[in-house]
């Protein structure tokens, strides 16, 4: 095995970004974030401003609450008066994502991830969760609000994440069964959550070649 993607969704203030960094500097592959915008943006000429504010876009249409169609590989062409529908670009993040998994190991962070590489033998998925209070500590070494704020503010971004998810997956975010591994940050740290993945990669691939 010449190839393994690990995906990480993760709660806001759980710490699974900094693991997902981690994880790749130990392993000598690439992270991809919101770098994932960037190259849908130049994959299919529209704006990258666009694909930042799909999720807020989504949530004014009056079938938000409604699944729609699993992902199918298929993009809408310049053309037609959808290119720049919310689905599409949903469809040029999964593309890049595809992509992604084909040429290169790498940690991916968030975007339906694991939904759209559900069926590659070579991924693993992961959701990295913490408490509230947890979560609101780590928070506050980010965003200058107070306290109060930054609760609304944790609980507003993991319900975007949620219903983004469900509207493109038709699943619950927080399901478990969604993931390989599931990890409680608080209770293990970044370093051990870290390591933690990485004993689990060596188990589930032990062809792979990993670092010394």
């Given at each position: 095995?010449?190839?393994?993607?690990?995906?990480?969704?993760?709660?806001?203030?759980?710490?699974?970004?900094?693991?997902?960094?981690?994880?790749?500097?130990?392993?000598?592959?690439?992270?991809?974030?919101?770098?994932?915008?960037?190259?849908?943006?130049?994959?299919?000429?529209?704006?990258?401003?666009?694909?930042?504010?799909?999720?807020?876009?989504?949530?004014?249409?009056?079938?938000?609450?409604?699944?729609?169609?699993?992902?199918?590989?298929?993009?809408?062409?310049?053309?037609?008066?959808?290119?720049?529908?919310?689905?599409?670009?949903?469809?040029?993040?999964?593309?890049i994502i595809r992509d992604l998994a084909a040429?290169?190991?790498?940690?991916?962070?968030?975007?339906?991830?694991?939904?759209?590489?559900?069926?590659?033998?070579?991924?693993?998925?992961?959701?990295?969760?913490?408490?509230?209070?947890?979560?609101?500590?780590?928070?506050?070494?980010?965003?200058?609000?107070?306290?109060?704020?930054?609760?609304k503010f944790i609980t507003k971004t993991d319900?975007?994440?949620?219903?983004?998810?469900?509207?493109?997956?038709?699943?619950?975010?927080?399901?478990?069964?969604?993931?390989?591994?599931?990890?409680?940050?608080?209770?293990?740290?970044?370093?051990?959550?870290?390591?933690?993945?990485?004993?689990y990669l060596k188990i589930r691939f032990p062809?792979?070649?990993?670092?010394?």
């Amino acid at each position: 095995m010449d190839k393994i993607i690990i995906t990480i969704a993760r709660q806001y203030g759980s710490g699974g970004r900094t693991v997902g960094e981690m994880l790749a500097n130990s392993l000598g592959i690439k992270y991809y974030d919101k770098e994932i915008l960037k190259m849908a943006s130049d994959e299919s000429g529209i704006n990258e401003g666009l694909f930042e504010r799909a999720d807020e876009r989504l949530k004014s249409t009056r079938l938000f609450k409604i699944a729609r169609k699993a992902y199918n590989g298929e993009l809408i062409p310049p053309e037609s008066d959808e290119f720049t529908s919310n689905d599409n670009l949903f469809n040029y993040q999964a593309k890049i994502i595809r992509d992604l998994a084909a040429e290169e190991s790498c940690v991916i962070i968030g975007r339906c991830a694991d939904y759209i590489l559900r069926g590659y033998d070579n991924v693993a998925s992961v959701f990295v969760h913490a408490p509230e209070d947890f979560c609101i500590t780590e928070a506050m070494k980010k965003l200058s609000l107070p306290l109060r704020e930054i609760d609304k503010f944790i609980t507003k971004t993991d319900k975007r994440k949620a219903d983004y998810y469900k509207y493109y997956t038709g699943r619950e975010w927080t399901d478990a069964r969604n993931y390989h591994l599931c990890l409680d940050c608080s209770k293990l740290g970044f370093i051990l959550c870290m390591e933690e993945i990485m004993a689990y990669l060596k188990i589930r691939f032990p062809a792979y070649k990993f670092p010394e």
